[in-house]
């Protein structure tokens, strides 16, 4: 909108005329109705107080300040400030403003005052303070939206505690008369309670009680959001206390510990972080609350403990307990336990309720804190009494103690957790630097208990991940225990079984013979149940290759198991996580003897445990040397899911590059590869994938036990590269900018893939368009290697597979090898496929252009134009224009490299002349490339005098003013937004 200096001046009157009617109309109506509970109604003066202000410029809420004190509404223990606007006094005269009675603690009664507040407007009353003391100013209200703030005469008084952030603390300078005034700022009308309670007076507080742990709580009634309770405790200065108090129902409340004056006389937060106040002063002291809203509505019932938690009185003894020992009660429960420790030590310190277990915190005689719950088991530096605070049962163990203790051999352990809770204890016949495994069964009954090991000390040396995987190191001081519990309420109690063995030395488990890849390989046999669900099995040390294949199958049952094999050193080289059948590859130690735990179920079930050579000396694979591309495929059958077969890959040099894959009817056939030595070199699935670096590859083709498998697969093994580079077969494409292709052909199981070295750039991204010429559903298959021999192509549905080069960034060519093989699910194709670029450009080629030829041409004719330059594509167009008309050309070819463009000028009708030359490229840049001659057509005569319209134009640009300079032949003009960028800077000008 325009800004005129008449509208501004119309909406200024406008603005002061509605100013005078308001405060006209605020003399009749009634801004806010203030009355006191129990005082005579209020008087006219007093009902129709006004507020120009509120009326004619309603303030926006902004965060209250200490001399905007606002009114706040308790959450817990703390109040987080309310936010209205600045004080605004608007009230015209305090004896405006009715009489508010100061209110006793418990019950105010009628000292309580009531508004309905309009939107944007005030209240106000009066009250009269007894002594200069703080004054606590509670306000209730519907939509929290309300600020209370008093003034003595005209000044407004800072209520606001900074240090808790809490509104409502009046700390006033005399005695006599206050307003207080309750202000608005929302945006509908809002019924209000106020009161003012004297904090420093003891009217209407409770009898005192004590602070002993025997003592019962302390119950009460808050009569509603703007009351006060008191009640005294007896307490000396230096001694800290805790206070506890909370509502029957759901609600919010706070409470504080104060002296004679009622304020706050502890820290926000004890610079310790410990629990509890040390009573500063020399009293009296009492705990003041206040119930701020409650679930059902007031009054409010609540409890309030006021404990000491130095020297405490009333404690129940928690004395240590053995393992294997039930928890100690304590009858009555009075919330505090005094554990009296022998000596210094670790103590793990427990409450059980409810069949769990949980740690507590420890305190020592003074009250502070020595263990926080996170901190278990406790270091305790000293002997003597420590406090725990917990009404439930106490365990407590010494974890150097050996009490309880039950000395085990090596093998199954049978125990029994009679109690929840209880923690039980192994005694280990194992030295100090040995490694040891306990396992338990998967499932089955319960318990199911963990189990840590700790050292003679009760220093913790292994968690339960250790134990059960057989690598736990036992350092530190012999004995070693190791200590069995549970923390399942479910399930607290019951029997139990633990396999014990040590894994860092040779040991007489059975031996798992060398197995191979034919159908009778030799394994190792093996059942579980009947009290059984672990075995300890092992690798001769002189009979395993370098690298091995190690596979568990499930003969009989539905349980499953898991294994981990240890190296002489009990250090885990391998395992699988709980299956029905699954492998996994295991790198062994030369001469060393390993051994492998197995885990299953107490239930009837069989297993198998095959360990086969992936290294060269493999056994059992089918010899497939790898071909050319473009050879025939090899193959055979799947079987069921999860059997291994394996191809013996080998090919002339190291340096080779080999493509793998493996096609079947379901397409759910995976392949992984290993080198010569066993090191894994392709892990892709159900995508091929390119290896090279060794002479001899195991390929172990399989299906996953969770999908089916078909009868026979097909398996392509393609040399694509060698040490000199892409292999014959594959096409050398020149140039790449916007893509490659369509090629077209037909694969088949005796042709299975053809291949094409690209010239890409890192960072290359393509869109395939493949499709089937004879109406197949199943269509070829790309596949994109880059430098590292990643395959980065992915079929994305619906739109088809896409495929990229991922490289470090470089401005030299990365090229990278393209192969398109046959189907998955299909044994013959006839293909088209084309790569297009969606990146700028692709490869490292940037757009030039460069000289046309020829320049010159007979009018009447079709001339052939021949454009240089790199990345040229068949859009570009080379542009001819005299006088208004303009001819373009029609591309009939572009070089497979992109650095020569043939196109036709069609130059019928074309004037005798030269004639402004020019190339647009395809992205809309033009290339000025000086002029074309059309010289008249042969087969017409003129016989007239030959006359100009003007002088003869040799210039190579469009003409210019005198004084201005020329363009340099070879200059462009850009026309239309630019998709590809400008040409760079070395195209402008110069070319010939």
Not at 732 to 753: F, M
Request: proline share 7%; net charge negative; hydrophobic share 35%.
């Amino acid at each position: 909108m325009s800004y005129h200096l008449c509208s501004r001046a119309r909406s200024a009157a406008y603005t002061a005329l509605l100013l005078t009617m308001s405060i006209l109309l605020s003399a009749l109506l009634p801004i806010g109705a203030a009355w006191a509970s129990g005082a005579t109604t209020a008087t006219p003066a007093a009902a129709t107080a006004t507020r120009a202000t509120a009326i004619a410029t309603p303030t926006t809420a902004t965060t209250a300040t200490p001399a905007a004190t606002t009114a706040t509404r308790a959450t817990g223990t703390t109040t987080a400030p309310r936010t209205a606007s600045a004080p605004r006094r608007t009230t015209a005269n305090a004896t405006d403003c009715p009489a508010l009675p100061l209110a006793p603690f418990g019950d105010p009664g009628s000292a309580v005052g009531r508004a309905t507040v309009p939107a944007q407007g005030s209240a106000c009353f009066a009250f009269t303070a007894e002594q200069a003391a703080l004054h606590r100013v509670l306000l209730d209200d519907q939509h929290n939206e309300t600020a209370a703030q008093v003034f003595d005469g005209e000044t407004p008084l800072d209520c606001y505690d900074t240090e808790w952030s809490s509104a409502g603390w009046c700390r006033l300078p005399r005695a006599g008369a206050f307003t207080l005034e309750v202000v608005n700022n929302g945006w509908t009308e809002d019924e209000v309670s106020v009161a003012v309670v004297p904090l420093a007076t003891t009217t209407g507080c409770e009898p005192e009680t004590g602070t002993s742990w025997d003592l019962g709580p302390v119950t009460g009634s808050a009569a509603g959001p703007v009351a006060v309770v008191c009640h005294p405790f007896t307490g000396k200065a230096g001694e800290r206390v805790t206070v506890d108090f909370h509502t029957a129902g759901y609600g919010s409340s706070e409470s504080w510990i104060t002296d004679e004056t009622g304020a706050r006389i502890c820290p926000h937060f004890n610079d310790d972080d410990s629990t509890g106040c040390v009573l500063p002063g020399d009293g009296p002291y009492r705990v003041l609350a206040r119930v701020t809203d409650i679930e059902g509505g007031f009054p409010a019932a609540y409890t309030l403990t006021t404990r000491r938690l130095s020297d405490p009185a009333g404690c129940a003894d928690a004395p240590v307990n053995a393992y294997g020992s039930a928890p100690t009660t304590a009858d009555p429960a009075t919330g505090c336990r005094i554990l009296t420790a022998p000596a210094a030590g670790r103590y793990a310190v427990y409450e059980v309720q409810s069949g769990a277990r949980t740690a507590l915190a420890v305190y020592d005689k003074a009250g502070r804190t020595v263990c926080e719950r996170w901190e278990s088991p406790c270091a305790l530096l000293a002997a003597g009494d420590y406090t725990l605070l917990t009404d439930h049962a106490t365990l407590v163990i010494d974890r150097s103690s050996g009490a309880g203790c039950e000395s085990v051999d090596l093998g199954l352990h049978q125990g029994s957790l009679g109690w929840a809770g209880e923690i039980d204890c192994l005694t280990l016949p194992l030295p100090a630097g040995a490694r040891t495994a306990a396992l338990k069964a998967l499932g089955g009954s319960a318990p199911s208990p963990d189990a840590i090991a700790v050292d003679a000390d009760g220093v913790q040396q292994c968690d339960w991940t250790t134990l059960s995987e057989g690598t736990c190191e036992l350092g530190g001081k012999a004995p070693f225990r190791v200590l069995v519990s549970t923390d399942d309420e479910n399930h607290p109690t019951g029997s139990y079984s633990l396999a014990l063995f040590r894994t860092d030395v040779a040991n007489d488990c059975t031996a798992v013979p060398a197995g191979d890849f034919t159908d009778s390989t030799d394994s190792a046999r093996f059942s579980t149940g009947g009290g059984v669900f672990a075995r300890c099995l092992s690798v001769p040390a002189d009979d395993h290759s370098a690298v091995e294949n190690l596979q568990l199958r499930t003969v009989s049952g539905t349980s499953t198991a898991e294994f981990s094999v240890l190296d002489e050193h009990g250090r885990r080289v391998c395992g699988i996580t709980p299956s029905l059948t699954a492998w996994t590859t295991c790198p062994l130690t030369a001469g060393a003897a390993h051994t492998v735990l197995v885990t299953g179920r107490d239930a009837a079930a069989e297993y198998t445990l095959t360990r086969r050579d992936v290294t060269a000396t493999a056994k059992g694979c089918a010899p497939n040397p790898a071909t050319a591309v473009g050879g025939p495929s090899t193959g055979g059958s799947l079987g069921a899911p999860g059997l291994l077969h394996c191809r013996k890959v080998t090919t002339d040099a190291a340096a080779d590059t080999l493509h793998l894959n493996v096609r079947d009817p379901l397409g759910t056939a995976n392949i992984t590869a290993f080198d010569a030595d066993g090191k894994t070199v392709c892990s892709s699935g159900n995508k091929s994938c390119a290896v090279t670096g060794s002479r001899s590859y195991q390929v172990l083709v399989t299906v996953p036990t969770y999908l089916d498998a078909a009868d026979a697969y097909r398996f392509d093994a393609l040399r694509i590269a060698t040490a000199d580079g892409p292999a014959d077969e594959c096409v050398k494409v020149p140039n790449i900018s916007y893509g490659y292709g369509p090629i077209t052909g037909s694969l088949d199981e005796q042709h299975t893939a053809v291949c094409a070295a690209l010239p890409t750039a890192y960072r290359d991204r393509f869109d395939l368009a493949i499709s089937d010429t004879a109406g197949g559903s199943e269509t070829a298959v790309p596949s994109l290697y880059n430098a590292d021999l990643d395959n980065n192509c992915a079929l994305y549905i619906p739109t088809g597979y896409q495929c990229s080069v991922d490289e470090p960034y470089t401005s030299e060519v990365t090229p990278a090898l393209f192969v398109l093989s046959l189907p998955e699910k299909a044994s013959r194709t006839d293909y088209s496929a084309r790569l297009d670029c969606v990146s700028t450009l692709c490869g490292t080629e940037k757009i030039t252009v460069g000289p046309v030829t020829p320049t010159s041409g007979e009018s009447g004719t079709k001339t052939t134009v021949v454009v240089t330059g790199t990345a040229l594509h068949e859009d570009d167009k080379v542009r001819i224009t005299l006088s208004g008309r303009t001819i373009e050309s029609t591309t009939t070819s572009v070089a497979d490299d992109r650095k020569s463009l043939k196109a036709e000028l069609d130059l019928a009708g074309a004037a005798a002349g030269n004639w402004n030359l020019s190339v647009i490229t395809h992205n809309n840049w033009e290339y000025l490339r000086g002029t074309f001659t059309v010289s008249p057509a042969a087969t017409l005569r003129n016989t007239a005098a030959p006359t100009t319209a003007g002088p003869a134009r040799a210039d190579t640009g469009p003409t210019t003013a005198p004084g201005s300079r020329a363009p340099v032949p070879g200059s462009y003009a850009h026309r239309t937004p630019d998709f590809y960028g400008p040409p760079p800077a070395a195209h402008r000008g110069g070319e010939a």
